[in-house]
């Protein structure tokens, strides 16, 4: 079974500054797609950047990029020029593929605080 | 752009009561999900659904849970006699053959 881990509960950043979220995952696939999303106060779920597994270069959103290792699964997120709306509880998450029976496991979220 | 709805945002029931929880996912998706999240902890996978039928199903989804997909265009999640450990954030969820996942606001189910 799939297992996505996030060991760190909280961290906080000063805003303007850099911030890094850790997130590994376990699989035997090979082809798999990868999620960061923010959950803010209101609990909603928004995607923040997304990574196919095939693909080698890292994504990038405006100020959010991943580094993603795949022979040491691992995914983590860095939020460049912190900003206080950043504030939110972050979940990695991972899928299969495509197919019917497909889904979305997540990692147990961090909690990212910002400091203005 | 298209989003998935889900009603109520917020509703309150009685324990042992039976309890409907309703999404509109965004019209031309294939995929469909519900997921539970316990307040403060992680995002739990509920069951999937593809081509009228569910495709997987999680341990927590056992025989008080069922899913609906009545019309072609609602899906419903039905918790026939709640509990009190059935309070949490319930997000309904769709997407098209490919990722990633779209995520309704959820409905907060407070259980009495």
């Known amino acids: 079974a799939q297992t996505v881990t996030q060991s760190q509960p909280e961290m906080s950043v000063q805003e303007a500054e850099t911030v890094t979220l850790s997130c590994t995952y376990d699989?035997?696939?090979?082809?798999?797609?990868l999620f960061w999303y923010k959950q803010p106060p209101s609990r909603q779920m928004i995607l923040v950047i997304r990574?196919?597994?095939?693909?080698?270069q890292n994504a990038t959103e405006n100020r959010f990029s991943v580094n993603f290792q795949k022979a040491a699964k691992s995914f983590s997120l860095k939020i460049s020029d912190s900003q206080l709306g950043d504030a939110a509880m972050y979940f990695c998450?991972?899928?299969?593929?495509?197919?019917?029976?497909?889904?979305?496991?997540f990692g147990k979220g961090i909690t990212l605080s910002v400091r203005p | 752009e298209p989003e998935v709805t889900q009603t109520p945002s917020h509703q309150v029931t009685q324990m042992g009561q039976e309890v409907i929880l309703r999404c509109v996912p965004i019209?031309?998706?294939?995929?469909f999900y519900w997921y539970r999240q316990i307040l403060g902890q992680k995002v739990e996978f509920l069951v999937s659904?593809?081509?009228?039928?569910?495709?997987?199903k999680s341990e927590i989804f056992d025989d008080q849970f069922s899913v609906e997909r009545p019309d072609g265009s609602n899906f419903t999640l039905k918790i026939r006699s709640t509990k009190l450990e059935d309070s949490a954030m319930y997000f309904c969820?769709?997407?098209?053959?490919?990722?990633?996942?779209?995520f309704g606001n959820g409905t907060r189910l407070t259980v009495t």
């Open positions: 969820a769709s997407r098209m053959d490919i990722w990633p996942l779209h």
């Open positions: 699989t035997s696939e090979s082809d798999y797609y």
């Open positions: 990574q196919e597994a095939y693909k080698q």
């Open positions: 998450a991972y899928s299969h593929h495509r197919g019917a029976n497909s889904k979305l496991t």
């Open positions: 019209s031309n998706h294939l995929y």
């Open positions: 659904f593809y081509n009228n039928e569910i495709s997987e």
